[in-house]
């Protein structure tokens, strides 16, 4: 609500601009165009080890899921995009589909596709009167039936790292339970034998009313924990598999939170590793005690700089002129 500027307050002065008795809002996350040389080249994404925690996936697992780091390619799809597609589901990953509810009841589809596990991402008021209930047609094709039941956008970030888990499980419990014997599995020297005639790989469709909430939100963060994305890229790669899903501000926000928490987790989980790898005996593990921001920004002005991941914002202020949010009325100009 901006304030009136004619009246003064009771204090005898007048507010200088006009302003707002609301908090200020945060700025917006914008997710630029991939730069990319013409609308025939494609977003290429390939799965590497060195980018996800050592302590959520083992190298091993990732081959399996991934199909020994299969590259995973994204065309703009929105030369071809049509009113219609947003009520279909696409294939973001070879392996993960992005779809309105309304796929997930189509049972026709999900038998051509070998869909096999449905990953509903619904408002938990919902849940209650089981308007996205699928089980019946889950029951039917004898596939795997997930919810992620929350309120809002908050409550996805701490739900994030179970269904990231979920999805890897079920693509492990897949690969796993076809086989008949120790040797129909080998991953050696970087390379998976897999007896193509009888394997079938798992498929996992992520859904919410519409396909373009919740439910991305949910694939962008899977993009993120696995495939060690940035938000920006596994935006970007997402909106070029399906042109429909225009994320939210505020659940864009959830997302860099998310993507904080994955980097840390990641950095301290590969340290703890080095150092267990390079000592003989883990409990020598020294403890680390905090340093302070002062400390930090000293220690790094020793070593030549301040990193610019953890410098201090004062650009923000540079060259910004003196401003007095209210004036006196006695010496406030006509006019």
Not at 103 to 116: N, P, Q, S, Y
Not at 262 to 268: G, I, T
Request: aromatic content about 8%.
């Amino acid at each position: 609500m901006v304030m009136d500027l004619s009246p003064p307050s009771r204090h005898g002065v007048y507010p200088a601009a006009p302003y707002s008795a609301r908090p200020p809002s945060p700025p917006s996350i914008v997710i630029p165009t991939p730069n990319l040389h013409n609308s025939n080249e494609h977003i290429t994404v390939v799965p590497s080890y060195e980018k996800v925690d050592p302590a959520s996936l083992s190298a091993n697992d990732l081959k399996i899921i991934t199909q020994n780091h299969k590259e995973q390619l994204a065309k703009d799809s929105a030369a071809n995009w049509t009113y219609e597609s947003r009520r279909v589901a696409q294939p973001i990953l070879d392996f993960i589909y992005l779809g309105p509810s309304s796929v997930a009841r189509d049972r026709e589809w999900l038998r051509k596709t070998g869909i096999t596990m449905l990953l509903a991402a619904r408002d938990s008021k919902m849940a209650g009167i089981r308007l996205m209930a699928t089980e019946k047609v889950a029951q039917e094709l004898g596939i795997q039936s997930e919810y992620v039941d929350v309120s809002g956008y908050d409550e996805l970030i701490r739900s994030f790292p179970s269904v990231v888990r979920t999805i890897n499980n079920h693509m492990l419990d897949v690969f796993r339970g076809q086989r008949i014997e120790d040797t129909l599995m080998q991953v050696e020297d970087g390379k998976m034998a897999i007896p193509q005639e009888r394997f079938q790989r798992g498929k996992v469709l992520v859904f919410c009313e519409t396909g373009n909430d919740r439910s991305a939100g949910v694939v962008v963060a899977y993009l993120m924990s696995v495939f060690g994305l940035n938000l920006v890229e596994a935006c970007q790669f997402v909106n070029f598999r399906r042109f429909c899903v225009s994320i939210a501000d505020d659940l864009k926000y959830v997302l860099r939170s998310y993507e904080g928490i994955l980097s840390a987790q990641r950095v301290v989980h590969q340290h703890e590793l080095t150092n267990l790898t390079n000592q003989d005996d883990s409990q020598s593990i020294k403890a680390r005690t905090k340093r302070r921001f002062d400390d930090t920004i000293d220690k790094d002005e020793e070593m030549g700089g301040v990193d610019e991941g953890v410098a201090p914002d004062n650009d923000r202020f540079m060259g910004r002129r003196s401003f007095a949010p209210f004036v006196d009325a006695k010496n406030r100009h006509p006019g």
